[in-house]
Every structure is written in C-alpha cells, then in structure tokens.
C-alpha cells in the first residue's frame, strides 16, 4: 500500500525567501512521486513528477524536488518564494500499477508574506 | 484542447435529491477517477475507472454511483444527496499503461447538500 504524508498543513515564508514543502512517503515498489499546486477555487495542475530518472527534479514556476531513498522523502523547494507562489501544495505518490492509482497528502497551505 | 471538462460548476441540492455530475476528457485518456476534496482530509479517492465498461471503487465509495460507457465521459451520480457529501468535488485522467503518467484534473464541482 501506499501513503503520503505532508508535514505541516500550513506555512509562511517571506517574500524572496526559501520555500520548503515536506512529504515523505510509504510504498511497497519504488514509486513514482509528484507535486501538484492548486491555487483558489482552480483544480491542482501538475508541479513536477519523479519516474526513477534524475533524483532531482525540475518544475515549473521555480520549484524542484529530490528524490531521496533512504529517507522516504520527496520535498518541494524554491529559492525565492513570489507573492504567486502563495497556493495549496499537494504531495502525490503512486505505484504506477493498479491502474495508475494515486494517493494524495493532505496538502500544504503556503503563504507567502510581502 | 479542452483536457478535463467538468459540468456544473457550482451546484446546491437538498437533502434526498439525486444528480449527476460529468466529467468528460477529449486525451484519449484509459484512466479516469473522481475525488472529493475536503478541508485538511486532502484528495480521496471515490471511484475510479482503467477503460470503458470497467469501474471499481476508491477509499470513500459509499454514496455515489459511477459509469464508464465511453471512453471519454465518467459521469458520477449522487444517489440521495446528504449533508455529508457537501464537497469539492475533482475529476482527473491519465494514461493507465505509462507508469507514473500524471493526471490531468477538472476545474472541479462544488456542490452544497443543504
């Protein structure tokens, strides 16, 4: 089985400061990891996604993530938080079987103050 | 290139109506589910489907009726509506035999059970 999990639900940082999301994950098979932002009353649009290529990842917008192993963890970054950046994040894992079945974080609120 | 179309928007129904929620996908996409979105729950699975004539249920079926006649449309049907089911509600697609394949989401209902 698989499971996600965000820490914290809710996160401020500066203007121009670091942005760091956790997620670490649980999974039976080596996973394929993804993040998804969802601004207000928008659906989620895909951040960046691992599929056992380069440990790190590449978004858009700014972010990127590292795939670490022995740590279970898939954390979200971006050097310099933009006001744009203020949005709910969403850790993802899946197995790639079942059906592509994804399990979901219970997401990360990210504000960003001016 | 419409992606995931979800119809309606918005929508409010009292306690014991039925109604229909459509999802449509224009990608040619084997995988389609449906989530609800509730606040600090995340994303939850409620039925998913891996190609025409195949459906099966997610984490929080009970509730909800779902359909996979076409390809492209998975309509989920609120059987008798409850407070309960007040809720965002996602659709989202992918390709089912590419692992790690990213879903593609609607802009999402959001239905109130008064």
């Known amino acids: 089985a698989q499971s996600v999990t965000q820490l914290g639900s809710h996160v401020s940082v500066s203007e121009g400061a670091l942005v760091l999301l956790r997620c670490n994950y649980s999974?039976?098979?080596?996973?394929?990891l993804f993040w998804y932002v969802q601004y207000p009353n928008q659906g989620l649009q895909l951040l960046l996604k691992?599929?056992?290529?380069?440990?790190l990842v590449k978004g858009i917008n700014g972010f990127e993530a590292e795939f670490k192993k022995s740590e279970t963890s898939f954390h979200l970054t971006k050097p310099s938080a933009h006001m744009s950046d203020a949005a709910e994040y969403f850790c993802?894992?899946?197995?790639?079987?079942?059906?592509?079945?994804?399990?979901f974080g219970t997401g990360t609120s990210l504000t960003v103050i001016p | 290139n419409a992606g995931v179309t979800q119809t309606p928007k918005f929508q409010v129904l009292k306690t014991g109506q039925s109604m229909t929620l459509q999802c449509a996908q224009d990608?040619?996409?084997?995988?389609m589910s449906w989530y609800r979105q509730d606040p600090g729950m995340g994303l939850r699975l409620i039925h998913y489907?891996?190609?025409?004539?195949?459906?099966d249920q997610g984490e929080v079926p009970n509730g909800y009726n779902v359909s996979r006649s076409t390809t492209e449309d998975f309509p989920l049907r609120l059987l008798s509506a409850a407070p309960s089911q007040t809720s965002v509600y996602f659709c989202?697609?992918?390709?089912?035999?590419?692992?790690?394949?990213?879903?593609?989401f609607g802009s999402g209902t959001r239905l109130t059970v008064v």
């Open positions: 691992y599929t056992s290529a380069a440990t």
């Open positions: 993802a894992v899946s197995d790639g079987l079942s059906g592509n079945q994804f399990y």
């Open positions: 999974s039976s098979v080596p996973p394929y």
């Open positions: 489907s891996v190609g025409a004539g195949i459906t």
């Open positions: 989202a697609s992918s390709y089912t035999q590419t692992g790690g394949a990213g879903y593609t």
């Open positions: 990608m040619n996409h084997e995988y």
